[in-house]
């Protein structure tokens, strides 16, 4: 059974950064698309992120230029590096494992960035 577990959430003054990390078990980083969503209150979960096996990447354009996504193979993990992050960007964000018609869904670690 495939698990996902995030973390690295929590609060941060606007401007500040913080790096998120999802843990998965079952080599499946390499294989899959790696994507971080989010969903803030009173709102529909949004794409943040995207990565594919071949490296190719997709930002929401509200983050282009602030977050990075990236991978570690060996340790079967996904980043997400937040820069300059505003009270917007405040939500539960989840990470997620798609392949085919496979999918997985991590708990979510809470952000929440003060003005």
């Known amino acids: 059974q495939v698990q996902l577990v995030e973390s690295g959430g929590g609060l941060v003054q606007a401007g500040g950064a913080l790096r998120l990390s999802c843990a998965a078990s079952?080599?499946?980083?390499?294989?899959?698309?790696m994507g971080w969503y989010r969903q803030a209150p009173g709102k529909q979960r949004e794409l943040v992120a995207r990565l594919s096996p071949g490296g190719r990447t997709n930002y929401l354009d509200s983050v282009k230029g602030r977050f990075t996504i990236s991978r570690d193979n060996a340790k079967d993990s996904v980043y997400l590096q937040m820069n300059s992050l505003k009270p917007e960007d405040t939500a539960l964000y989840y990470c997620?494992?798609?392949?085919?018609?496979?999918?997985?869904w991590g708990r979510g670690t809470q952000v929440t960035v003060s003005s």
């Open positions: 079952g080599s499946i980083v390499r294989m899959f698309v």
């Open positions: 997620n494992a798609a392949r085919a018609s496979v999918e997985y």
